[in-house]
């Protein structure tokens, strides 16, 4: 596996595989890997010749400093892993690399995803995401790009970054399933700040989600969210949002005849969480 840490370098590599007919499949990451990437990486590996990494904890992606100051940072051992599973090239770029001095940022026009769900409770998140993948696309130039639909609602984003960059035709989004711990808590990066007690409890997001399942045709809509979230409340959870949402666009779900998918975010103590669950596919 070959290391980066310079953009110009990297695009150099990629350039060689290209004139080599050899197709890029590419996993952004912000490091602390877990089974979840590594099953990007797979997914990846499947479906083309060359896979490569990014590992890069994006500023402007956290609208909260604590958060981004907690991130948990685990370089060597991703390193490992990533070496261990056969990725190609890594990419470790400093801040400089990404955000050059002469960057400007520009404002993406994501319509009513923005505002809803994460775009509601985590104001400039999706702007951030879509600035640090528009100039990571830009540097790498894949021809696809694999995402976690745990992060359900940024794989909508990032679909519409790529329509309204006009990458349609040169890079194909792949979203890759959910990979859950035995319990159904779904691998993320902050469960290494969960506190042993908090990691048992965590489990019920996932049963919340699969209550709402089983429940759909039986039960209203608002009174199967209502329900759902003072379960979680009872397990000492804050619960920013739980919704039924239709799976396609994300607004609220009034009818149980939609296609929807199950979206919530909890803190438990200060480690916020999410998760989705398609509710009748
Ligand atoms: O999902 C993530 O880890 C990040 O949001 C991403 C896509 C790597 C952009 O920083």
């Given at each position: 596996m070959i290391l980066f840490k310079g953009a110009a370098d990297f695009g150099k590599y990629l350039e060689i595989q290209k004139k080599k007919q050899l197709s890029v499949g590419f996993v952004p990451t912000m490091g602390a890997l877990h089974q979840g990437h590594l099953s990007l990486l797979q997914a990846s590996k499947k479906d083309n010749h060359i896979t490569v990494c990014s590992?890069?904890?994006?500023?402007?992606?956290?609208?909260?400093?604590?958060?981004?100051?907690?991130?948990?940072v685990t370089i060597e051992k991703d390193i490992q892993l990533l070496m261990a599973n056969g990725c190609d090239a890594v990419f470790l770029p400093p801040k400089e690399e990404?955000?050059?001095?002469?960057?400007?940022?520009?404002r993406y026009e994501l319509g009513g995803l923005e505002t809803i769900l994460e775009g509601h409770y985590r104001p400039g998140h999706f702007q951030g995401v879509c600035q640090v993948v528009d100039r990571l696309l830009q540097i790498v130039g894949?021809?696809?790009?694999?995402?976690?639909?745990k992060d359900y609602q940024q794989c909508k984003v990032i679909s519409?970054?790529?329509?309204?960059?006009?990458?349609?035709?040169?890079?194909?989004l792949v979203v890759v399933p959910t990979v859950r711990e035995v319990d159904g808590l779904a691998m993320s990066s902050r469960n290494l700040r969960l506190s042993d007690e908090q990691r048992r409890l965590a489990s019920a997001i996932f049963k919340?989600?699969?209550?709402?399942?089983?429940?759909?045709?039986?039960?209203?809509?608002?009174?199967?969210k209502n329900?759902?979230?003072?379960?979680l409340e009872g397990k000492g959870f804050i619960v920013d949002y739980f919704e039924i949402a239709v799976a396609s666009t994300l607004t609220p779900s009034e009818n149980n005849d939609d296609l929807v998918i199950g979206l919530v975010a909890a803190y438990?103590?200060?480690?916020?969480l999410i998760d989705n669950l398609p509710l009748n596919e």
């Open positions: 590992v890069f904890i994006n500023p402007t992606q956290f609208n909260n400093a604590d958060d981004f100051n907690r991130y948990p990404i955000y050059p001095s002469n960057y400007i940022p520009r894949p021809d696809k790009l694999y995402v976690g639909q519409k970054l790529i329509e309204i960059t006009d990458r349609q035709s040169a890079v194909d919340a989600l699969l209550f709402t399942r089983t429940n759909l045709l039986r039960k209203p809509i608002a009174e199967l329900e759902a979230r003072a379960f438990i103590g200060s480690v916020r």
